[in-house]
C-alpha cells in the first residue's frame, strides 16, 4: 500500500461521510461500511488485481462481484469530486504563476518557467478487434507537472485519434494554452538588453511555441542547411551554449518521466490494459492522479516517494536513475509524448525566444566554450527557419504571431460545451465523445 494507517484514516475522514451517503445498503443483509469501500478501491489501484481476486482474499466481506465493482466505481468517484479541489490546484492569477516561477528558478536555476509539459496514453477498453472508426482509441492523460512532482492541471479525456498532434489541438488544455486562456504573466526584462516570456519545458518532439520550449535539435552548417546535432566522442556538440540550454531543459522535462512513472508505478492498476468500460476507467485515472497529489502534499516525503525512487542528479551532474525504472521495465522512455505529429514545425518567433533564453544563460552560468566538431555534424534536416516550412507543419493560431502573445487576465472557464469541463485543475470528459 502506498500509505501509512495514519493517512488512511485522514483519508478517510475526508471521503467517509459520502461514502456512508451512497453506500447505503437496500438490505440489512448487505452492510459495506467507508472503511470497507476505501480499503477495497484502494488495494484495486495499488495492486492493479481484478475486483474478484481481491473478494477472495477478503474473506470478511460478503457480497457478490457486481456490487464489488459498484463499491470501486462510487468510492473513485467520490475520491475524484472531494480531493480534486483540495488537491489539484491550479494557479489562478498572476502572482500564483509568479510563486511557481520562483519554485522552478530557485530549484533549477531557470527563470520564467511555469511547468513542464507531457502525458501518457492509457489502453482503453475494446482497442482491440473493434472495426468501428469513431471507437475511441484510449484514454489520454495531459498534465502540466510541478516542481514536487505533482500535476497542476490535468487533462483526461478519451479520443478515436491516433495522430498526437491532433489529440493535443482537440484538448482543452491544449486549445487554452493555444488561445493563452491561463493567466500567464507577461514577458518582462530579465536585464537590461534580454526579455523573457513565461513559458512551460517540453521534450524534443513537442512543437516549438512562443510559450513551450523545447532542446535544440540543429543548426545551420557551413551550407548554410540545417543539420542535426550529434555526440562526438567528447560527448560535446557544434554550440556549447545551446548544448548548455538544453542540458537546463532536460533537468525539468525529466521532471514529467518522473511524475508519470511513479504515478504508474504507485497505482499498478494504469500499468495494464483495463478490462472494463469507458466510465470506469474514467474515474481510475481520475482517482490515481488524486490520490498521487494528495500523498505529495500531505505523506512525508519518505514515505510515499522515498529518496532514489526517482531519478537524481549525482555530484558531477550526472543523472542517477531513479527505483521506479527497476521496477517498470520498458523498451522505451515511460512518458509517451502526446504532442509528437502535426505541429513540429520551426516557429520563428519561438525560436527566436529560446534563443534569448539561450543567450542569457550563456552570459549568466558561462560555460566553457568548445570546438565545433564538422564530423560530428551528420543527419537529415529537422528545422527549417523559413516562414513556408512552418507554415505547413504549423497552423494553430499562435502560430501566425511574430512575437510573444500579450497576457490574458481572466480565469480559466469552469464550462466548456457539454463535453469537457475545468474543474479546478482538470479537465476531464464528461458526456460525449469527441470525433
Known amino acids: 500500500m502506498n500509505m501509512t494507517p495514519e493517512r488512511f484514516q485522514h483519508l478517510l475522514r475526508l471521503v467517509g461521510k459520502q ?77 500564483e504563476w509568479l510563486q ?11 527563470p520564467r518557467c511555469l511547468g513542464a509539459l507531457s ?16 471507437h475511441p482509441k484510449r484514454i489520454t492523460l495531459m498534465g502540466i507537472v510541478d516542481t514536487d512532482l505533482s500535476f497542476l492541471i490535468v487533462d483526461i479525456n478519451r ?10 489541438d482537440m484538448s482543452k488544455l491544449g486549445q487554452s494554452l493555444i488561445a493563452n486562456k491561463l493567466s500567464f504573466p507577461a514577458a518582462e526584462h530579465i536585464t537590461d538588453r534580454i526579455k523573457l516570456p513565461y513559458v512551460l519545458a517540453g521534450y524534443n518532439l513537442h512543437p516549438l511555441r512562443p510559450w513551450l520550449m523545447k532542446p535544440y535539435t540543429s543548426f545551420p552548417g557551413p551550407d548554410n542547411q540545417w543539420k542535426s546535432l550529434k555526440w562526438d566522442s567528447n560527448k560535446s556538440l557544434a554550440d556549447p551554449y545551446k548544448i548548455h540550454f538544453n542540458d537546463k531543459l532536460a533537468k525539468i522535462t525529466n521532471l514529467t518521466e518522473n511524475a508519470f512513472g511513479s504515478l504508474i508505478t504507485k497505482w499498478l492498476i494504469l500499468r495494464h490494459p483495463m ?34 525512487y526517482n531519478d537524481y542528479y549525482d555530484e558531477q551532474g550526472d543523472v542517477v536513475q531513479g527505483e521506479w525504472r527497476q521496477s517498470y521495465k520498458v523498451e522505451r522512455d515511460i512518458t509517451v509524448n502526446v504532442m509528437k505529429g502535426g505541429g513540429n514545425g520551426f516557429h520563428k518567433a519561438a525560436g527566436e525566444i529560446r534563443d534569448r533564453f539561450t543567450m542569457y544563460f550563456g552570459e549568466a552560468d558561462q560555460p566553457p566554450p568548445m570546438p565545433i566538431d564538422i564530423a560530428a555534424v551528420e543527419g537529415e534536416a529537422v528545422e527549417q527557419d523559413d516562414a513556408s516550412h512552418s507554415s505547413s507543419h504549423d497552423d494553430s493560431p499562435s502560430c501566425s504571431s511574430t512575437s510573444v502573445p500579450p497576457p490574458h487576465h481572466q480565469q480559466p472557464s469552469l464550462t466548456t460545451a457539454g463535453v469537457l469541463t475545468l474543474t479546478n485543475g482538470a479537465y476531464h470528459q464528461e458526456n460525449n465523445v469527441p470525433h
Open 19 to 95: 461514502l456512508e451517503e451512497m453506500g447505503r445498503p437496500r438490505s440489512k443483509r448487505c452492510v459495506i461500511t467507508a472503511s470497507d469501500r476505501l480499503m477495497i478501491t484502494l488495494r484495486y489501484l495499488a495492486t492493479g488485481e481484478k475486483v474478484s481476486d481481491q473478494l477472495l482474499t477478503l474473506s470478511n466481506l460478503s457480497m457478490t462481484l457486481n456490487s464489488a465493482n459498484a463499491v470501486v466505481l462510487t468510492t473513485c468517484e467520490i475520491l475524484w469530486k472531494r480531493l480534486c479541489p483540495m488537491y489539484i490546484r491550479p494557479p489562478r492569477s498572476q502572482t
Open 100 to 110: 511557481t516561477a520562483l519554485k522552478f528558478e530557485e530549484q533549477f536555476d531557470f
Open 119 to 134: 502525458g501518457i496514453h492509457i489502453q482503453a477498453p475494446g482497442t482491440f478487434n473493434t472495426r468501428d472508426a469513431n
Open 159 to 168: 479520443y478515436n485519434q491516433d495522430n498526437d498532434g491532433k489529440i493535443f
Open 275 to 308: 478490462k472494463t468500460n469507458f466510465v470506469m476507467v474514467d474515474n481510475t485515472v481520475k482517482a490515481c492522479v488524486c490520490l498521487h497529489n494528495y500523498l505529495i502534499k500531505e505523506e512525508p516525503a519518505d514515505v510515499y516517494l522515498p529518496p532514489g
